[in-house]
């Protein structure tokens, strides 16, 4: 085989495992669905949270606090709440800026307690005034 064409044949390779693993990479939610951010305020507390996963094994959100007058010492892992369609998800972990300060951000994860469809509402308590943030998943 000449050059020129291993030199094809090894593009035409990287491009189908390329695409290939972007087409059967996990999907961030059910069907696909891009679930959008939702900003929100509790008191002088900025808060930003993006769904990046929810499926049959868990749920993440990258969370951002900020703020200029209040301290943000809350535990994120027990001031938080995930109800997907009636069912609690436990809080896994927080991965991410420490208590203290005025600007943080990490990821909060909760493990799967059923399907991921429905209603999901989740909730931070521990700050200026309540976090409340929902998302409608089909299914």
Do not use: Y
């Not at 507390?45 to 929810?54: K, M, Q």
């Amino acid at each position: 085989m000449n050059a020129h064409r291993l030199s094809l044949l090894t593009v035409s390779i990287l491009a189908v495992v390329t695409i290939g693993g972007c087409a059967s990479g996990a999907s961030k939610a059910p069907s696909d669905t891009v679930l959008p951010s939702r900003s929100l305020t509790a008191g002088a507390v900025d808060v930003v949270i993006t769904p990046t996963r929810l499926d049959g094994t868990g749920a993440t959100f990258a969370v951002s606090l900020d703020t200029h007058s209040a301290d943000l010492s809350l535990d994120l892992t027990t001031a938080a709440e995930l109800d997907v369609n009636g069912t609690t998800w436990p809080v896994d972990s927080w991965t991410g800026a420490a208590p203290g300060g005025h600007h943080r951000d990490g990821d909060l994860t909760f493990t799967a307690q059923g399907p991921p469809t429905g209603t999901v509402h989740l909730t931070i308590t521990g700050l200026p005034g309540p976090i409340d943030a929902t998302w409608q998943v089909g299914g």
